[in-house]
């Protein structure tokens, strides 16, 4: 069965510092797709990055990178230079190639703080 | 201008009565998708649609019925409401329902059954 999970309820970081966020993912297909999204207070749901399970390579957008190990079937989030705006509720999610229904985590909190 | 239109933001309803939830999206893609968020449980894949018909159906209950009148919109119809449907519904859409594709997400409407 499908399922993605994160275990860090909630990160407090100091600005400009950087933070990981953990997220495991359970699949039996051979191809798929790992998402991060980000939940602004308002409730806004951003999409971040994309990594495809195919690519060894992490994938990188801005200050956002992923920590992609196949074997242990994880896709970390790294962020670097946080800033204070980077606070929301964080969310790893998974698509299986066989249909499109992303599977969500439950969302990591992270606070930056001045 | 906002790419995704969710109407309305908050909808107050009492049990058992049918409300529709409106989406419409300006991004020309092609597929279409509802998603529900409620305090009890992270985001949840309800339907996907693509070229104006369901792809995927992952809601158990008939009292959800998505509407495509437009290519660009899909509706959501629920009636008999209950206080459980109670949630944040959000939609969201990509440019390819089998190809890899990251969903973009709208506002959301926040649903409150008395």
Redesign the interface.
Known sequence: AQKVTQTQTSISVVEKTTVTMDCVYETRDSSY?L?W?KQTAS?????LI?Q?SYKKENATVGHYSLNFQKPKSSIGLIITATQIEDSAVY?C?MREDS?????????TQLVVKP | DPKIIQKPKYLVAVTGSEKILICEQYLGHNAMYWYRQSAKKPLEFMFSYSYQKLMDNQTASSRFQPQSSKKNHLDLQITALKPDDSATYFCASSRHRDRVAEQFFGPGTRLTVL
Do not use: L, P, S
């Open positions: 797709f998402f999204y409730g806004e749901i951003v999409f994309r495809d969310f999610a249909n499109n229904r992303i599977f969500f985590g439950d969302g």
